[in-house]
Every structure is written in C-alpha cells, then in structure tokens.
C-alpha cells in the first residue's frame, strides 16, 4: 500500500514538472512607453487573451520602455537574435527591406487608419507585400494619414510653399516637394526642438505622435491636408512559432490578423479625432480642415507623385490596383 502511495505520488510530482515546463514563456518586445495607446489598448490585450486561450501553454510577457531594447531599427535584428520572440517594428525603419510598402506612404490614398491597416493585412495575406516571409506575423497596421502641424498659420495649401516640413520616406518627400515645400529629414524625437528654435517650419505627423512626441507644444496649427500613412506591425520569429504545442499555435492563430487590424485602427481613429477636437476649442490653435474643391485641388497637386512611383515599376501599378480594392471593399463593409 506504501509502495503503491509513493508512486503516485511520484507520478503526480512528474505531471507537474512536466506540466510546467511546457508552459512557453515568449517575451514581446516593445520600445514605446508602458502608457502609451497602442501598448495598453492592443498589445497587451492581445498578449492577455492569447494567454487565456492557450490552455496554460503560453505565458506572453509584453517588456515596453524599451526593456529589451530601445533602438526601434533593431526590432526585427532582436527577433532574428532570439532577444526577444515578438516585438512591436516600424518596418521604415529597416530600409531595403519591406520594398512594397510604399504604396501605403501615397498621398491621399488611404483615408484612415482602419481601412489601411485592413487592406495591409489582406494585401500580406495575399503574399503581395515584400520582406515579410521571413517573420510569423501576427499584424500588420497602416497609422492614421500623415497631415501637417506648423508654427505658422497655414489656413491654404499654398501656404505650405517654401517652407522647411519634416519629411519621412520617398514618397512623402515627394509629396512636400509637389506641395512647394521643402523637405527634411529628421529623426521625430528631434522635432519639438528643431521647430522651437526655427530651425524647420513644421512635420508631417498624425496628431497622436503629434502629441505623444511634444511636437504639439511647439506646433499651435495644424492643416489637415492628408498625404501618405506609415505602415507598423506585430512580428514572431518564425521558428520560435513553428516549435510551439498545436494549442499555442492555435491560440495565436486564432487573435491575429484582421480583427487585430481593426482594432489598431479604431485606436488610432479615436484618439487622433479626440485630440483634433480638444485642439478646435483652445483659442492658441488653428484646425483648418479641407472643403471638397480644396480637397480636388490637392489631389490635383499631388497627382504626379502618384502617375511617377506607379510608372517607375510594372508592380506598382499591380500594387495600388490592388490596394484600392482592398479600400473600396473596407468602405462598402462598413
């Protein structure tokens, strides 16, 4: 009878060991601020039900403030490094990488940030974007349309002519150029000083990077005028994924992609309309929204940065085809 006890006791002690060292424990690399939106209203969620649905196979720990790095141009290395087995990646950020992203940086194109992080995932899906095969990816976002915030009044377009604006890619150098302005580049964490000290006239943003970096301490006007969206994204290392039990596996499976898009996007619509509608009451700050022959008028103007990067390339014109439908489909469903 002692005998039979001690084995099962015995077997028990095993099944615990073994039970607890199948539990994976991934760690999920953000750079950005513990308090910032897109960690508290997605990231961490989304780590949080995976766990749940994991069935005790997964302990996802999101390590923000740049707990495991703070470069953001070294995610993917980090990733690729096994520092960290998902992590949160600005993929501009990794140029000569991602060579069909942009297509998401065309002016005007995309018209907010639900519709563009849709399309992105669908158009990925479809193995039609570049550079992302080598990750397990779980997401894939568009930001709001980049618009314009100044320390000078700029209540038209033309306004816009001659002056210095913080630029970030090809294409939205482009796009500044086509508008008259000046383009420069410059890291964003730069910008608050730079337009302080009159050394630029302005950047390109959305309002919550607008906000989230300072920049809006020193920009009292804002012009929304749309151009191009950056795209950003939730990657795995692929092998760390294709080692996982079935039901890790599926329970990541089951929280990414497009309704993970949706979310990231609704974030980011909310909080930009939020922040545009505390800057319309403070009496320090002009919102000059366009009408619609202002709206027709900028298109004009920034057609030819459309008709030349669709030219430069036969898959180009593959791309924005495509991503069009992808827009037009999101519209209609909503």
């Known amino acids: 009878m002692n005998r039979m006890l001690f084995a099962a006791t015995a077997l028990a002690a095993v099944s615990i060991g073994s039970g607890a060292s199948a539990q ?28 749940k649905d994991s069935g005790g196979t997964l302990d996802i720990q999101t390590f923000a403030n740049g707990a495991l790095g703070r470069n953001p141009a ?43 992080s849709v399309a992105a995932w669908k158009m990925l899906q479809k193995g039609q974007l ?33 002056k210095k604006i913080r630029a970030v890619g090809t294409i939205s150098t482009e796009s500044i150029k086509a508008l008259g302005a000046v383009p420069e580049g410059m890291p964003f964490p730069q910008l608050p000083e730079a337009i302080s000290r009159g050394v630029i ?16 301490k020193v920009t009292n006007y804002h012009y929304l005028g749309k151009i191009g969206t950056v795209t950003l994204g939730i990657f795995m290392n692929k092998a760390k994924f294709d080692s996982l039990p079935a039901q890790a596996k599926a ?33 320090k700050r002009l919102v000059v929204e366009q009408d619609k022959d202002q709206m027709a008028a900028w298109d004009k103007t920034l057609a030819p ?10 898959r180009n014109k593959t791309l924005l085809t495509s991503m069009r439908q992808e827009l037009g489909s999101s519209r209609t469903s909503k």
Do not use: C
Not at 29 to 37: G, K, L, Q, R, S
Not at 256 to 276: T, V
Not at 305 to 312: D, G, P
């Open 251 to 283: 329970a990541i499976e089951k929280h990414k992609g497009e309704a993970l898009s949706r979310a990231f996007g609704k974030m980011s619509e909310d909080r930009n309309s939020e922040l545009i509608a505390e800057w319309k009451k403070d009496s």
């Open 130 to 162: 570049r550079g992302y095969d080598q990750f397990y990816m779980i997401g894939l976002f568009t930001s709001s349309p980049y618009t314009f915030h100044t320390n000078y009044a700029v209540r038209k377009a033309e306004d816009l002519k001659g």
């Open 201 to 216: 006239d302005g950047t390109t943003g959305h309002p919550i990077a607008v906000y989230d970096f300072g920049v809006s």
């Open 74 to 116: 070294l995610q993917t290395k980090m990733l690729q490094d096994g520092v960290a087995d998902i992590a949160w990646v600005i993929p501009s950020y990794t140029p000569g990488v991602y060579l069909d992203d942009d297509v998401f940086e065309l002016p005007n194109v995309i018209q907010d940030s639900v519709e563009g």
């Open 305 to 314: 940065v459309l008709s030349t990067w669709e030219a430069a390339d036969a």
């Open 24 to 51: 994976e424990k991934l760690k999920f690399a953000v750079f950005t601020p513990d308090n910032e939106m897109t960690h508290q209203i997605v990231m961490k969620p989304w780590a949080e039900r995976v766990n």
